[in-house]
């Protein structure tokens, strides 16, 4: 008889003790944080016909790492193939290969088919939702989760990670209320639960409760960054908060600190960087020697596999000064926009435009950078990341606005934020 867990999810070619080793693991992926990986070796030297063992592995690098971390996840794809699996495996499966092989929307759509058959699978509706988060898709952000919150009740393990999402995809569709009790619930629940907690300061973040958004995040940060592999994005949501109170030598503290300290080369976590620095430049604040640093992170970055990535690589670039590596990324970008695929179209809809955008900016071109800025930003989803994320566009373009003389759009689009507050 196979084995199953405690949502009654079959495990193929997995020990008793492969599986207990399995679940460890899915449940620090949950909270993106703890040691999963030395969990999934474990289980793989014991089992190597583990099929889910292989999949998490893909799932954990193969989105967001570096080239190495991709390595990592092709191998797990191998391993996969010819191994006997059920239904639910074969839909995990064809979604991680569907990941390698850069089809965002496919793997989505695949994990959605699992996550119907089986709504108790976490681990489908997490890296679901990742998928969403990809596509900019904030439809299915929140509503990938609203539609099975009826399979789910609070004495279930795996409770948390559940109203963690949900958390998530409402925030991003503005149902700000429901999302900050739904990641506060979850957070209760399970202190370690980064992506519930990064649900909550998204919704601080938006309702510009600042000063609130720092005490929720440094009164218990001994909780939730301990192991935690989200600490960059969640102390990166810190720091704006400070950055709203203008404290930018707390903003500064924490970049030195645990944002860019220990100089990660995943993706996710220099496009912070940048992201952070770039809003600092925007406000004319000196941040030394850190551009030049954060540059030489992206060295040997592949241009046209993801175009949010991209964009923040070529951010980075100007930022350092280094126009010609930035016009050469510029001129690969614009070579991917003739490729097929989700990124492709990413790219040519806005990635590459963006890309543009920021060296017209950091050439004095502030006008047509404007421009540049004004045709995407209504449909800036689409090379993904959150609201949170993607306002470094909207805030540049402001400024270019005003730099440009354009006082009547930069005075609008200050207005616009502020009516859109509460």
Known sequence: MPL??????????????????????????????????????????????????????????????????????????????????????????????????????????????VALAWPRDVLALQVGQ?????????????????????????????????????????????HYGRAEAAGREAVALEPRNNWARHAV??????????????????DDAAVWTADSFFLVHNWWHTALFHLGLGETDAVLELYDGPIRGEASDLAFDMADAAALLWRLRLRDVDVGDRWATLADGWSGHEFGRNAFEDAHAVMTLVGAG?????????????????????????????????????????????????????????????FGGSHAQRDVLDLTLIDAAA???DTALAHALVAERKAALP
Request: glycine content about 10%.
């Open 4 to 113: 199953k867990d405690h949502h009654g999810l079959e495990y193929s070619g997995a020990s008793p003790a492969a599986a207990e080793r399995y679940l460890r693991a899915v449940a620090a992926f949950h909270c993106y944080a703890g040691q999963p990986f030395p969990e999934l070796k474990a289980a793989v030297a014991d089992s190597p016909r583990f099929v889910m063992a292989h999949v998490l592995i893909g799932y954990m690098t193969l989105v967001g790492g570096n080239a190495a971390l991709r390595r990592m996840g092709a191998a797990a794809h191998a391993a996969l193939r010819d191994l006997p699996m059920n239904g639910r495996e074969a839909g995990h499966a064809a979604a991680v290969g569907h990941i390698l092989a850069g089809e965002v929307r496919a793997a989505a759509r695949a994990l959605e088919d």
């Open 130 to 174: 990742t998928m969403d988060f990809l596509l900019g898709d904030a439809r299915m952000l929140r509503d990938r989760i609203g539609r099975v919150r009826g399979a789910w009740t609070p004495d279930m393990p795996g409770y948390h990670a559940i109203l963690g999402l949900h958390a998530f995809g409402l925030e991003e569709t503005a």
């Open 201 to 218: 300061a998204h919704v601080l973040e938006m309702q510009d409760r600042r000063a609130e958004g720092v005490r929720f995040m440094r």
């Open 322 to 382: 280094r126009d010609a590596e930035a016009e050469a990324a510029v001129a690969a970008l614009t070579a991917a926009t003739g490729g097929t695929g989700d990124n492709a179209a990413a790219t040519r809809d806005v990635g590459l435009p963006v890309a543009q955008a920021f060296l017209a900016y950091g050439r004095g071109r502030h006008r047509h950078a404007a421009d540049l800025l004004r045709d995407v930003r209504s449909i800036a989803h689409r």
């Open 403 to 405: 730099r440009a003389g």
